[in-house]
């Protein structure tokens, strides 16, 4: 439910934003300036959720792949139960499934490792961390969950394995355990 609006503030827009603001709040019937509000007041949102309204595109970006890609979300107790009882071949469909998540954001993506990263961020993993780092042609990417088991573990470690191949990186090293997976690539051509 929305607060009643107290008092106005000029703030300034450039002309070709305002225009285009102007285009789409036309389709929408709505004034120029409930638009803006409304934007605004979701943009308060996003950072109150802790991601950063740049990466709001990204995040629906990403929801799309998932959507796209047959992904679906999964209470973690099914999750983590379906992984732990396993089955043949569980793993090797983790690593096929992330080498088709790779293959699709390097084709997608300028920036395909930053789109896995926030993919990870949105996922059903219960990730309280999640760190992609670039340097030159290697990543590091580090993720960590207290409610991560160890074949949960290993699992995401598999995905992750296989979407980095998928955009064209070789695996340097890797540890899963419970709670925590590093890994580290580098790219093929280099």
């Known amino acids: 439910m929305r607060s009643p609006k107290s008092g106005k503030k000029l703030?300034?827009?450039?002309?070709?934003?305002?225009?285009?603001?102007?285009?789409?709040?036309?389709k929408k019937g709505?004034?120029?300036?409930?638009?803006?509000?409304?934007?605004?007041?979701?943009?308060?949102?996003?950072?109150?959720?802790?991601?950063?309204?740049?990466?709001?595109?990204?995040i629906l970006e990403v929801i799309h792949?998932?959507?796209?890609?047959?992904?679906?979300?999964v209470p973690l107790d099914v999750l983590n139960s379906a992984i732990d009882t396993g089955s043949n071949g569980?793993?090797?469909?983790?690593y096929e499934s992330g080498r088709l998540y790779g293959r699709y954001l390097k084709a997608?993506?300028?920036?395909?490792?930053?789109?896995?990263?926030l993919l990870l961020r949105v996922m059903r993993w219960d990730l309280n961390e999640v760190d992609a780092v670039q340097e030159c042609h290697s990543v590091a990417i580090r993720c960590v969950s207290t409610s991560l088991?160890?074949?949960?573990?290993?699992?995401?470690?598999?995905?992750?394995?296989?979407?980095?191949?998928?955009?064209?990186?070789?695996?340097?090293?890797?540890?899963?355990m419970k709670g925590i997976v590093i890994c580290s690539f580098r790219a093929e051509d280099a």
């Not at 703030?11 to 036309?26: A, C, Q, W």
């Not at 569980?90 to 983790?94: D, G, H, P, T, V």
């Not at 997608?108 to 990263?117: I, Q, S, W």
């Open 11 to 26: 703030v300034y827009i450039s002309e070709d934003l305002l225009n285009n603001i102007s285009e789409i709040s036309k």
């Open 30 to 58: 709505e004034s120029i300036t409930k638009y803006i509000e409304d934007l605004l007041e979701q943009a308060v949102r996003i950072d109150r959720l802790g991601f950063r309204s740049e990466d709001l595109a990204d």
């Open 65 to 73: 792949v998932q959507r796209t890609l047959g992904g679906t979300f």
């Open 90 to 94: 569980l793993s090797e469909k983790w």
């Open 108 to 117: 997608r993506f300028n920036d395909p490792v930053n789109v896995l990263k």
């Open 149 to 176: 088991t160890k074949a949960g573990a290993a699992s995401l470690s598999k995905f992750i394995e296989g979407a980095m191949h998928g955009m064209g990186y070789r695996t340097e090293c890797e540890e899963s």
